[in-house]
């Protein structure tokens, strides 16, 4: 009992001492990784993979990969002067940003810690103009900004101190008993708990990314049909039950981007 009251003590003392505020939507969110350390790390594995033979970069010079540089330096000005008028420049001070055009047949695109983005082809045809592509990049980026690879990180290495406790409290019990619970504890810490967590997150990266979008001169009513059609495009994959996703669910995640555009707006000048 003493040493699980200590780990107990110790996994509050973490949660406590470990939390920091989301720019924007103002979330607290569990900080035991360091950031910077990501960024690093990123900018490492991003170089990696962009001398990678088997990575086919698109050309610097063509069409395609001027417009998605345009288009994300558009965004990263406006994000780094919203963090810096905001009190936020610290987080970002030694972001390095970097956007390139991947050819490949795969719907997606990333934004590493430190702003190390990459698009790929496959997802063009669904994203078809700038605001589609302003809407994918923003929400990539708001990914980055709101450290949620660091904060992820944080929620493992908090449900590794609980898989701990759990281990205390039931050293004294058969090896049959600690299996079951040891396996309870690894569902239920998934389903209650991480995979919830990078749905908030994937819902969090939309508000933001609508923001960041408005701030860059993109209109943010145009993410609804950007979301619309990507949910035609994935809509004969098999997709897991939302409970067991980090995603939302389309419909969720469109409604709840129709509930945040009124506070995008805000931020919308026009061009």
Excluded at 85 to 98: L, M, S, V
Excluded at 111 to 140: Q, R
Excluded at 159 to 174: E, F, P, R
Excluded at 232 to 252: C, I, Q, R, W, Y
Aim: hydrophobic residues 40%; charged residues 15%.
């Amino acid at each position: 009992m003493k040493k699980l009251a200590i780990l107990g003590l110790a996994t509050g003392m973490l949660a406590i001492a470990g939390c920091t505020t989301v720019p924007l939507t103002g979330r607290s969110r569990l900080s035991l990784v360091d950031d910077s350390q990501l960024q690093q790390q990123a900018a490492i594995g991003y170089a990696q993979l962009l001398s990678d033979p088997s990575t086919k970069v698109v050309a610097a010079n063509s069409a395609e990969t001027q417009r998605i540089k345009r288009i994300g330096a558009n965004i990263a000005a406006a994000v780094t002067k919203y963090m810096n008028d905001n009190g936020f420049g610290d987080q970002i001070r030694n972001y390095k940003w970097e956007f390139n055009l991947i050819q490949s047949s795969e719907i997606n695109a990333w934004c590493m810690p430190g702003g190390k983005v990459a698009v790929y082809t496959g997802i063009l045809p669904i994203t078809k103009d700038d605001a589609g592509l302003a809407t994918v990049m923003g929400h990539e980026i708001a990914h980055a900004i709101a450290q949620h690879s660091a904060e992820r990180a944080s929620q493992m290495m908090a449900a590794q101190v609980g898989g701990a406790a759990v281990g205390v409290a039931t050293g004294n019990k058969s090896e049959t008993t600690q299996a079951v619970v040891n396996q309870l504890y690894g569902i239920g810490a998934q389903g209650l708990y991480i995979l919830p967590n990078s749905r908030k997150q994937e819902l969090e990266a939309d508000k933001m990314g609508l923001s960041f979008m408005a701030m860059a001169g993109y209109n943010p009513q145009n993410a609804i049909a950007f979301w619309q059609r990507m949910a035609a495009a994935s809509k004969n994959g098999s997709k897991p039950p939302v409970f067991l996703s980090t995603h939302p669910t389309d419909e969720s995640r469109i409604a709840q981007i129709q509930r945040d555009l009124p506070e995008a707006m805000k931020y919308y000048k026009g061009k």
